[in-house]
């Protein structure tokens, strides 16, 4: 099974500024890389996939980097409804077994 | 646009059973892959079950396997998870979720349903 961690835990920026934040796989995972925003009490909501692909409706802001087994996930000119917990995850695996990273929660 | 809405939430006594139901619209539904994915209280995601587009496959994580079972009706566009022998450790928020990948699975879930708390206590 492919271990997912991410850091730091919990992630404190002024508005306007830029968050980093990184996720790792125990195993080389390609570009097979996701990562979704969870605000409290919703579902979550992919942001990112193949890495650095961004999901339907999201904005440029938020980028996704990396391949292989270190990936970053950075949001430009942070706005209050940023404030999130974000999770990557690696997809497409055979047999399906789909694992998420800890999470960061992002506080602006 | 997609939706998807989770019901039959709800507490369990432990060693119960308990069925969940997904009622998906908005996309082709027979042509898509749906998961199950659940979330403990004060946790992170944890994928549980998938099903094929026509029900052929179907795919579990081991913290499940040989206690839920996942199917759809494709009459209904509906999608559902029989969860047996049920322990305080099934406490979750259930989501379904739409695969993204036609008439396979990839594991990426581009669209979510809003959730159903399930609660195993006596």
């Known amino acids: 099974e492919i271990v997912m961690a991410q850091s730091p835990a919990t992630l404190s920026v002024s508005p306007g500024e830029r968050a980093t934040l990184s996720c790792w796989a125990s195993q080389s995972v390609s570009s097979n890389l996701a990562w979704y925003q969870q605000k409290p009490g919703q579902a979550p909501r992919l942001l990112i996939y193949?890495?650095?692909t961004r999901a339907t409706g999201i904005p440029a802001r938020f980028s996704g980097s990396g391949s292989g087994t270190d990936f970053t996930l950075t949001i430009s000119s942070l706005q209050s409804e940023d404030s999130a917990f974000y999770y990557c995850?690696?997809?497409?695996?055979?047999?399906?077994?789909?694992?998420f990273g800890q999470g960061t929660k992002l506080e602006i | 646009q997609v939706q998807l809405v989770e019901s039959g939430g709800g507490v369990v006594q432990p060693g119960r059973s308990l069925r969940l139901s997904c009622a998906a619209s908005g996309f082709t539904f027979t042509t898509y892959g749906i998961h199950w994915v659940r979330q403990a209280p004060g946790k992170g995601l944890e994928w549980v079950a998938a099903v094929l587009y026509d029900g052929s496959r179907k795919y579990y994580a081991d913290s499940v396997k040989g206690r839920f079972t996942v199917s759809r009706d494709n009459l209904k566009n509906t999608l559902y998870l029989q969860m047996n022998s049920l322990s305080a450790e099934d406490t979750a928020v259930y989501y379904c979720?739409?695969?993204?990948?036609?008439?396979?699975?990839?594991?990426?879930?581009?669209?979510w349903g809003q959730g159903i708390l399930v609660s195993v206590s006596a």
């Open positions: 979720a739409k695969d993204q990948m036609f008439k396979s699975i990839s594991g990426l879930f581009d669209s």
């Open positions: 193949g890495a650095s």
């Open positions: 995850h690696h997809y497409n695996n055979w047999p399906p077994e789909y694992t």
